[in-house]
C-alpha cells in the first residue's frame, strides 16, 4: 500500500507477480465460466477444423488460433492459451521502468482482468496490447505505438480506437482529433446502410433500460472529477479529462437505445483509467494522497459492481460466471 501511495512502486518484479498469481490461475484454469466462453470455444473449434481465415472474427485473431491449434487439439486450451498472452502483455505493461502501479493495481487488474480473460478475450487481448505498448507513446516513440495500436485492430477493431483515442489525448494534437472525426462523419454517411444494420441488430438483441451502463458511468465519472479537482493533475489534464466526460455520458445516452453505446461506454472508461496511467508514469501530474484514497475508494465500489455483476449471471446460459467450476469439473 505505502508502495502505491508512491510515485512509481519499487516491488521487486516477483512478489508484484506472486500478487497476481491466484487471480491468473482462477482465470487460466476455469471451466464453462465466462459469457462468451461458451460462444468461443464452438468458434474455435469451427475455425480449427476450417484451417483457414473463416472471417468470423478479425484475421490476426484467427491466426493465432489457427496457430495454438496446430499445437493444443482442445479448443479450452487454445482459449487459455489466449488468455495468458493477454495476461503476459499486462504484466509487461505493469512492470515497465517507471511504471506507476496506483491505477494498474486498483482498476485494471480488479475491475477488468476477470472480464478481459474469461469474457471479452479478444478485446481483452487488443486492449492488453495497447497498454503495453503505452511505454513507446511515454518516451515519445510514436511510431513503435502506432504500429502496436495497428496490432491490437487486427486482434480486436475497437483497439484501434482505444490506442487513437490515448494518442490524441496524451499527444494533445487535437488537429488529429478533429481529422479523425470527420474522417469518421465521412466513412458514417458513405456506409450509412452497414452502420444502420448493425445499430437494429444490436437493439434486437439487446434490451436497453435507465440502468444500462450506469454502474460503468459512476465509475468513470466519479474517477474523472476526483482527477479533475487535484490542483496537482489539472493543469496539463483538463482538457482531455473534459473530452473524455463528454464522451463518456453521450455513450450512456446511445446505451439506452443500443448495446453498441455500452461497448463504447465500457471503451471510454478503459482508456479513463489508461490516460490516468500514462499521465502519472510520464510525470505531467502529481497526485495527493487524499485524491489516491478517493481514487481507491472508488476502486472499491467498481469492484464490487463488477462482482455484483457476475452474480446476476448465476446460471445463465452455457457459461455464467456463476458458479465457478474448473475445467476437470
Known sequence: ???????????????????????????LLRGNVGIDTAVYLQ?????????????????????????????????????????????????????????SLLVFCAFIIPVYYFDMVMNGVRYGLSFAIVFWALIYLRDGKEKRFIAWVV???????????????????HSRRWRVLIGCTVLFAVGFVGAYPYFIAKFQNYSE????????????LIVT??????????????????????????????????????????????LVSFATFLYFIISMSSNRVTLSNVSKAALLGVAVIAFILKMKNFSDS?????????????FWE
Open 1 to 27: 500500500m505505502a508502495s502505491l501511495f508512491g510515485s512509481y512502486t519499487r516491488w521487486p518484479r516477483t512478489f508484484f507477480f506472486i500478487g497476481l498469481l491466484p487471480m491468473i490461475l482462477i482465470a
Open 43 to 99: 468458434e474455435i473449434q469451427r475455425i480449427a477444423e476450417a484451417g483457414e481465415y473463416t472471417r468470423t472474427f478479425e484475421p490476426l485473431f484467427e491466426k493465432l488460433i489457427l496457430f495454438f491449434s496446430s499445437f493444443f487439439d482442445s479448443p479450452r486450451a487454445v482459449l487459455a492459451a489466449l488468455g495468458a498472452i493477454t495476461t503476459v502483455f499486462l504484466v509487461m505493461g505493469a512492470i515497465q521502468k517507471n511504471q
Open 151 to 169: 496490432v491490437a485492430s487486427l486482434i480486436q477493431s475497437s483497439g484501434g480506437l482505444l490506442g487513437l483515442m490515448l494518442y490524441v489525448l
Open 205 to 216: 438483441i439487446y434490451t436497453a433500460s435507465i440502468f444500462s451502463g450506469l454502474s460503468t
Open 221 to 266: 465519472v466519479a474517477a474523472l472529477l476526483i482527477w479533475m479537482l487535484d490542483p496537482g493533475t489539472r493543469k496539463n489534464t483538463f482538457s482531455a479529462c473534459c473530452i473524455l466526460l463528454s464522451i463518456a455520458c453521450l455513450m450512456f445516452g446511445v446505451a439506452q437505445i443500443s448495446y453498441a453505446g455500452l461497448r463504447f461506454l465500457q
Open 314 to 326: 448465476f446460471n445463465e446460459g452455457p457459461s455464467p460466471f456463476v458458479p465457478y467450476l474448473f
